[in-house]
């Protein structure tokens, strides 16, 4: 009967080996974690989820995400090259019950996928609570890797609907001189650990000039399969917050290039490798293997509940305690940046058109997060040209038809 709701929805993934994946999911996991993986994440995030959401859609007028991401804490035992979180204030944490209450709201419009993003959200042992409740949910937590002791793993082997991201952005010389001395060590053991545990984790790769080749290679990936990851999460750095390095950003033709390689290399791997913030077909529409931007196909919620586009675009018009999540999805200033994600096709707004997102900041009257948001990003959108929008493939083929 589920091989069956596997099938449909493999139709939702472009390249990814679902079938031998789902395989191996399935001999991995014990039994109930199994049924708690297959219910929250096949059932109600790609199918029954989708379904909800369409029909919302409809009658509210709006488009509403598969995914939100909630930063509960910005607090971090680590301070990172270039981290977007710097400059927002440490000082302030969600209380258990309102992360229960965004869950709740989301659960409503038919989200079922859940983020959980810090500073370093395992130094909240709460949130296991939240997860164990919510068993329906998806959830997707990314993690330093650094902190994760016995009481850590304990409760993880209790949430079958919750999948581990160890952050990373290559082996040892890369990780440490981007995290701090000793850093991938740490997250080697990490991933040891909940491999013996038989806990799901995948790994989240930032890309950058000076790691892409490294971190887009058949070394990297054999040693990411080796240490278990079913997963991988590719993103091309976005430079945000004052602590960001403009020298680092990767051009349209780097990330394209890498993104090209990966589609190759990925023929060779059951683990289901996902890009973010850039996309090459020309359609973006329902990305899984390949999603594209984040803006406004998501939102990232701070502790404040203050609701930005994504992480990389710090601003905000809507609080999630004041409004609710329905009035955020219905806001001028969340469909205008979704609007203006589509007319560049899924490629990340704020690498690729700064100005642009400017533009729809000033003209919605947004805030900015932390109190240099505005002279920040600024100065970011003076450092890139415009990058001219393409036309999807529908758009294409409606033009030759005309």
């Known amino acids: 009967m589920f091989t069956g709701t596997v099938k449909e929805a493999g139709r939702f993934f472009s390249d990814a080996r679902i079938f031998e994946l789902y395989s191996e999911i399935r001999d991995y996991l014990p039994k109930q974690r199994r049924k708690e993986f297959e219910k929250s994440w096949v059932i109600n995030n790609l199918l029954a989820g989708s379904r909800k959401r369409r029909r919302l859609e409809k009658k509210l007028g709006c488009t509403l995400p598969a995914l939100i991401d909630i930063t509960p804490t910005e607090k971090c035992n680590l301070n990172c090259l270039g981290c977007y979180a710097l400059s927002y204030s440490r000082s302030v944490d969600m209380t258990t019950e309102q992360v229960r209450l965004i869950v709740g709201q989301a659960r409503e419009l038919g989200i079922y996928l859940v983020g959980l993003l810090g500073g370093e959200p395992f130094a909240r042992k709460d949130l296991f609570r939240v997860v164990e409740e919510n068993k329906d949910i998806a959830f997707r937590i990314s993690t330093n890797g650094t902190t994760l002791g016995g009481e850590t793993i304990e409760a993880l082997k209790r949430c079958g609907n919750l999948v ?41 790769a930032l890309l950058h000039k000076k790691n892409v080749k490294r971190v887009v290679s058949t070394c990297f990936l054999d040693a990411m399969t080796e240490a278990g990851c079913k997963f991988g999460l590719f993103f091309p750095y976005g430079p945000a917050g004052d602590s960001a390095r403009y020298e ?38 329902h990305y899984v293997a390949e999603k594209g931007c984040r803006a406004g196909v998501t939102v990232n919620i701070t502790p404040e509940g203050n609701v930005e586009p994504c992480n990389g675009i710090q601003f905000y018009t ?85």
């Open 318 to 402: 809507e609080n999630v305690f004041r409004s609710g999540l329905k009035r955020v999805f219905t806001s001028p200033f969340y469909n205008d940046i979704y609007t203006c994600v589509r007319r560049y096709n899924g490629r990340c707004i704020s690498i690729f058109q700064p100005k642009e997102v400017l533009r729809i900041v000033e003209e919605n009257n947004a805030r900015g997060s932390y109190p240099r948001s505005f002279p920040t990003y600024r100065k970011y959108a003076a450092c890139y040209p415009d990058i001219p929008s393409k036309k999807s493939a529908r758009e294409s083929l409606e033009e030759k038809m005309s």
């Open 164 to 204: 581990t991201y160890f952050s990373l952005e290559g082996f040892e010389e890369e990780t440490d001189s981007w995290r701090g001395s000793g850093v991938y060590s740490q997250i080697m053991e990490s991933m040891s650990a909940l491999k013996e545990a038989r806990v799901l984790f995948g790994f989240s």
């Open 248 to 285: 680092l950003r990767l051009d349209e033709n780097e990330i394209s290039e890498a993104f090209s390689r990966l589609d190759a290399l990925s023929q060779n791997y059951t683990m289901l490798l996902i890009k973010e913030g850039y996309t090459a077909r020309g359609n973006s529409d």
